[in-house]
């Protein structure tokens, strides 16, 4: 019997894991997939928002402008990387000039500090690439960049690491309602817990459903996006916007954390939430957005498009609460953009939420917040000689675009949540990642996922359990 | 961190890397090593067990690793040092190289750099395939890894999209090895690999060749079930109501290699856009001095022979730079290209450099017949050469004697006309 389960581990179950570990309580999370950060965490803008977006007295942006703040000790006790870049929003017009003014007040009412209007020649001198037509934009510099797999990933893991359970390829199927507890059930095993928290993403409603009345709905929205190589990087300095419209914050063009250049997210609503094809139309449509911002940018260099499906609830907020018909049982759904960066701000309010409905919290004597997660080329020449002397594979390069060592992928692998699929490698240290999409390395990550798994490279899959790569040996 | 010196070092053990070296050393230089990432020489030779390699070099049809293995064979008779399982991390233009291997990281100084880094494949992301991106979708390059070194098939029912050399062999390899090939889908209306593989390939095992087609979609959430695949037009747009779905576990993809060139940004070399390889003059010389390229780094060749042949210059002259016996005297005479020649390499030369003949590499953009290469500087014709049938998976290798670039400057057009035409003129 756990005290509390979380049903999803994507950010936001991560985060709530990762804050119910400092407490003496028995936590499980778990997922349908065969690993951590498989849903809209996985694919998304990558952004910290700054929070002048959100309208006035929302969810979204009372967890928009106090999650933003906690990133930089967050990712220093996580040891991933972010930037505060900051943000851009780029008007053409008068009118757009207008709704830029808007913006400001609409931060200024969220509390959203350094915040100005840039004019069109401070614009250009921020953004030399930037579409001469350009008038002038909203300057936020709060805005960020950041790894969201990488800091799904840590947050799970270091929730595991302060005794946090988790229990994958858990597809729920139903929750029964007890008088003093829950019992979660997927086809073959079952988890019971005292406290449920939803955290199911683009099936936060089903997951709801299950046990209390239907009171909203989550419609799917997919967004479209070109990765652009890193040399292609260094053509936006920002975090960069249009105007926003109906559809959302509109395409965007931004570099990642680690140097490439992302454009996108064309959006459409859908009714498959895991329908995450491409689609031509959309592609163009992100492509264009794009080139209307910076006109100097081509999809020549593109090394990956991808779609992300994001939780549009219709309530238009987010929504995060007990249940109103089911005591113990938290709903932390509709968490659509700017979902990452709310991410730490409500795993905290979930905290009072839990602690309110009567869960007793006691604090753990010795919960370390702190995990190690540099790779062995971002360390310092003398961490490297003493890895390089405990393990000389940390020598040895597998991912020749991104620069990662087989002992990274060693890493990767042998972790407390450690991978078990090229994608989970991928995900956890970028090998595949970078230029030739894993034409180079893949063949090798298997070996060592084979190797270090200790099962035949043809069970080996890219991602999920029945995308095999292999079919057999040769004749 | 250990540092050590070379006369020349050369990056890539390749047939490129290889047959520089080799080069090097018999000209004279006892301190020449190569640096290798894989953990044997001989590059993508090794993978490549097919035969047609050496027809030029050595007049006999060799396989890849045989082919590789006769350089292999050169460089440990010259007691030439290789390092292997080793990456270079980093280079810069006073030619100051960190490598690192299990070993940890060192410092190497050259006197002269040969780079032969060779290319690597477009991928599904470069071209921007929609729909869904399950396994099942590799670069033919990678499959043939996993087949011919690895000893895995990559699937059962498999679809080629690009009708280059490495596609059509990886379709017959595919059916050899108990697969079916449904289709080689190629965007051009015309096979962008050599004819000879078209025929060798393709026909001799029926596999059908559908030129002016392209997937217009993956299906597939975990594993590739289908592609759509539709008629294209003379632009390339998909023709609407032409798309029919083909049943397949296996996407190839032979669309194209990219000269391999992130070291060559390090060390501040210009880059040709056209290429995507360095800049060089009739020496192999990149835009820094004493820096060499050569093979697939410079421009993707079609055949190892001529790979073989372009290196062994690169490894002649940094033998004649190290010796301090390199001449730069006069000006360059750059070459242009016009008429549906895409590139012409080397790029540049000094008169009083050349050999006593300059081989010229160059690419078409699409099938031309009965045409005339035309070299023109300042007005004036300075040759012409006929040539029958040309197609933009073979290469053009025209060879020029040096005194007919005597008394050139500024810059020499290559144009290419179609023999009517200037027939007319006259």
């Known amino acids: 019997m756990y005290d509390v389960a979380i049903i999803g581990a994507g950010v936001t179950g991560s985060a709530v894991a990762r804050e119910l570990s400092r407490f003496n309580l028995r936590v499980v999370v778990i997922d349908r997939e065969n690993d951590v950060c498989c849903g809209t965490s996985k694919a998304n803008s990558a952004i910290i928002h700054a929070g002048y977006d959100p309208e006035e007295n929302t969810l979204m942006a009372k967890f928009n402008s106090e999650g933003n703040p906690m990133f930089d000790q967050l990712c220093r006790e996580l040891d991933i990387p972010f930037k505060r870049i900051g943000s851009l929003v780029v008007a053409y017009d008068d009118e757009q000039i207008e709704h830029l003014e808007k913006l400001y007040r609409r931060g200024l009412n969220n509390k959203i500090q350094k915040m100005s209007i840039l004019n069109q020649e401070e614009l250009r001198k921020r953004e030399p690439h930037i579409n001469p037509e350009a008038k002038g934009a909203l300057l936020a510099e709060t805005a960020g960049i950041i790894d969201p797999m990488l800091l799904t990933i840590s947050l ?68 479209q996006y ?56 959309l592609l163009e449509k ?37 249940a109103p018909d089911t005591p113990r049982f938290f709903d932390a759904a509709g968490i659509k953009s700017p979902g990452l960066t709310a991410a730490p701000a409500i795993a905290e309010y979930m ?72 994608d989970g490698v991928k995900r956890r240290c970028r090998p595949g990642m970078g230029r030739c999409q894993g034409g180079f390395c893949g063949p090798k990550v298997q070996e060592i996922l084979a190797r270090e798994l200790d099962r035949p490279v043809e069970e080996i899959v890219l991602e999920k359990k029945n995308s095999y790569i292999l079919t057999g040996k040769t004749k | 961190m250990e540092k050590s010196e070379y006369d020349v070092v050369v990056i890539g053990g390749g047939p490129a890397g290889l047959a520089a070296a080799v080069e090097a050393r018999e000209n004279g230089i006892s301190r020449v090593l190569i640096i290798e990432r894989d953990v044997e020489p001989g590059g993508i030779l090794q993978q490549c067990i097919h035969n047609g390699f050496g027809l030029f070099e050595f007049s006999e049809e060799l396989t890849g690793p045989e082919y590789a293995q006769k350089f292999i064979n050169m460089a440990r008779k010259d007691e030439i040092e290789i390092m292997l399982d080793t990456i270079v991390t980093s280079i810069n233009s006073s030619k100051e190289i960190t490598v690192m291997n299990t070993e940890g990281k060192k410092e190497i100084l050259a006197k002269s750099v040969i780079l032969a880094m060779g290319c690597r494949e477009r991928t599904r992301g470069a071209i921007s395939i929609p729909g ?83 997937i217009v979609e993956i299906k597939g959430k975990e594993r590739v079930e289908s592609v759509v695949i539709a008629e294209t037009d003379m632009k390339k747009q998909v023709i609407p109501g032409t798309e029919k779905e083909y049943e397949c576990d296996t996407v190839l993809l032979s669309v194209g290699l990219i000269p391999e060139n992130e070291l060559s940004k390090q060390a501040g070399i210009e880059l040709d856009r056209k290429t995507g390889g360095p800049v060089v003059n009739e020496s192999m010389e990149t835009s820094v001095e004493g820096i060499f390229a050569c093979g697939n780094v410079v421009h993707v060749h079609d055949l190892v022979d001529f790979v073989t042949a372009e290196s062994r210059r690169a490894g002649k002259n940094a033998a004649s730079y190290v010796r301090g ?18 590139y012409a390499v080397p790029h540049k030369f000094r008169y009083s450099n050349l050999p006593d003949k300059l081989d010229i590499f160059m690419r078409v953009d699409m099938v031309y017949n009965d045409s005339l290469i035309i070299l023109e500087n300042r007005g004036k014709e300075i040759a012409r050469f006929r040539e029958r049938h040309l197609t933009p998976g073979e290469m053009i290798k025209i060879t020029v004697k040096k005194e007919m670039f005597e008394k050139t400057e500024g810059v020499i057009n290559i144009n290419l006309v179609s023999e009517k035409e200037s027939g007319n003129e006259k």
Do not use: W
């Open chain 1, 156 to 223: 799970i893991e270091n929730a595991v690491m302060n005794g946090c359970d988790l229990k994958l390829n858990f597809a729920v199927t139903s929750i029964e309602k007890n008088s003093k507890s829950f019992k979660i059930r997927s086809k073959s095993e079952s988890v019971e817990a005292e406290y449920v928290i939803n955290a199911a993403g683009v099936f936060a409603d089903r997951i709801h459903n299950m046990v209390s009345a239907s009171d909203f709905r989550i419609k799917p929205r997919r967004g």
């Open chain 2, 132 to 214: 869904e991106r399950p396994a099942g979708v590799f670069t033919a390059g990678t499959a043939q890894r996993y087949i011919n070194i690895e000893g895995y098939m990559v699937g059962k029912k498999v679809v080629i999209l690009g009708s280059g050399d490495i596609g059509m062999i990886m379709a017959r390899r595919i059916v050899l090895e108990g697969g079916e090939v449904k289709a080689v889908v190629a965007r051009s209306s015309f096979p962008k690999g050599l004819t000879r593989n078209v025929v060798q390939c393709l026909d001799h095992y029926d596999i059908p060749l559908l030129l002016s087609h392209n």
């Open chain 1, 351 to 422: 905290i009072s939420l839990l602690e309110k409905a009567g869960l007793g919290m006691e604090m753990k004597k010795n919960f370390n917040p702190e995990i190690e997660r540099k790779l062995f080329l971002e360390r310092s020449g003398e961490e490297q000689e003493k890895l390089l002397k405990k393990n000389p594979l940390y020598g040895r390069i597998i991912c020749r675009c991104e620069n990662i060592t087989e002992g990274d992928i060693l890493d990767a692998i042998h972790r407390p949540v450690g991978a078990k699929t090229l």
């Open chain 1, 226 to 281: 070109f990765l652009l190589d890193k040399c292609e990087g260094c053509m936006v300095n920002s975090v960069i916007f249009p105007c926003p419209d109906r559809m959302g914050k509109g395409t965007l063009v931004t570099p990642t954390v680690h140097g490439n250049l992302i454009l996108g997210p064309s959006s459409d609503d859908l009714e498959d939430p895991e329908d995450l094809s491409t689609t031509p139309e």
């Open chain 2, 325 to 342: 016996e390199f001449k730069r005297n006069g000006d360059y005479v750059t070459f242009s290209t016009s008429g549906g020649l895409t």
């Open chain 1, 286 to 322: 992100a492509r264009n957005g794009a080139k209307k911002l910076i006109p100097e940018i081509t999809t020549r260099n593109s090394i990956r498009t991808f779609a992300g499906m994001r939780a549009e609830p219709d309530t238009g907020d987010f929504i995060v609460r007990e």
